[in-house]
């Protein structure tokens, strides 16, 4: 390749990655400007906004804002619907239409649609395209087009620790009771027990748990470890961090997190070593003698070595 050509697919390489990352930070740039919280509401006027609750960026057809209440601590995903009324600027009176307990989830792409009351208890979570109404079309009249009849309408109600499926449709008139879960794909209607799960369209009872029996059918898998409720986010940020070594010894340090740490035997005690009593500087012990059998002399601080008894000093 000609060097001027290379030059010139390394600058639009280098165009094209400048482009792409400017893009990149500035959509994050909106996604974070125009998120909405009761700290920034911008346009929309909610009956009220919980603390720590946030619409993502870009979202979907709001209206009716005035007859919704989001309870604190919400999760509202991109491109989410929330419409109260048949259509905008309708008055639709004091009470609510659409009612988000605290720690709601809504997933991405999902349509909350009401007319007259739809209600989440707390810490209802919903996978993307989740569909709730409580407004329906009609066909009693099979000369008139259904999109021309008046629409039917009942009350909708999901209880608390509710999770609904991805593509999970709950038509008007559904109560759901406590922690219930709904299938991906399900249509709901009509009352469904607390602690069941519900599957199919229409959707039915597949298993339920009560007090006296437990889970029936019995659960295939065992329950996961559950997170201490003290547990802070730090706390999991620092553990996403260890290796599978680190947590392993942190479980084993831990007896009521972790398995227990086998007991290490106990060593043998050492008998005390006993005192040398055959050296020349030990009590008793005869004095050294040379080859005559006279008393050998002493090495003196100064002496030097092979001079027995000779001051070093005094040696030539």
């Known amino acids: 390749m000609p060097r001027n050509e290379n030059l010139f697919s390394s600058l639009a390489a280098w165009r094209r990655r400048t482009v792409a990352r400017l893009i990149q930070n500035g959509w994050r740039w909106l996604q974070f400007a125009g998120a909405v919280s009761a700290e920034h509401p911008g346009r929309y006027r909610f009956g009220s906004i919980g603390e720590g609750t946030r619409l993502a960026f870009p979202q979907g057809t709001i209206f009716g804002e005035q007859a919704i209440r989001m309870g604190g601590c919400c999760i509202i ?173 942190l479980a084993a340090a831990d007896p009521q997190d972790g398995p227990e740490r086998p007991e290490r035997p106990e060593r043998p005690e050492r008998p005390e070593r006993p005192e040398r009593q055959d050296g020349p500087g030990a009590p008793g012990a005869p004095a050294p003698q040379d080859a005559t059998g006279a008393p050998a002399p002493q090495r003196g601080p100064g002496a030097r070595a092979g001079t027995p008894g000779v001051p070093a000093e005094h040696l030539p």
């Not at 208890?121 to 000369?143: A, E, I, L, Q």
């Not at 999970?168 to 399900?186: F, T």
């Not at 730090?234 to 947590?247: K, R, S, T």
């Open 77 to 249: 995903a991109e491109q989410v619907t929330l419409t109260a009324g048949i259509m905008p600027d309708l008055e639709l009176g004091p009470d609510p239409v659409i009612q988000l307990g605290d720690g709601v989830v809504l997933g991405r792409g999902s349509h909350v649609v009401a007319m007259h009351s739809v209600v989440f208890g707390n810490d209802v979570f919903c996978g993307p395209g989740v569909y709730v109404t409580d407004t329906n079309h009609s066909f009693d009249d099979p000369h008139e087009p259904i999109g021309r009849q008046w629409p039917r309408h009942a009350p909708v109600e999901i209880g608390s620790g509710s999770w609904l499926g991805t593509g999970a449709v709950i038509l008007p008139g559904a109560r759901l009771g406590r922690n219930v879960v709904v299938a991906a794909g399900s249509v709901v209607r009509g009352e469904v027990p607390d602690h069941s799960v519900v599957a199919g369209a229409p959707a039915k009872v597949v298993r339920r748990w009560t007090q006296e029996d437990g889970w029936q059918p019995p659960l295939r898998t065992p329950a996961p470890a559950a997170l201490p409720r003290d547990v802070t986010a730090g706390q999991l940020l620092a553990l996403a961090e260890l290796d599978e070594e680190e947590l392993e010894r």
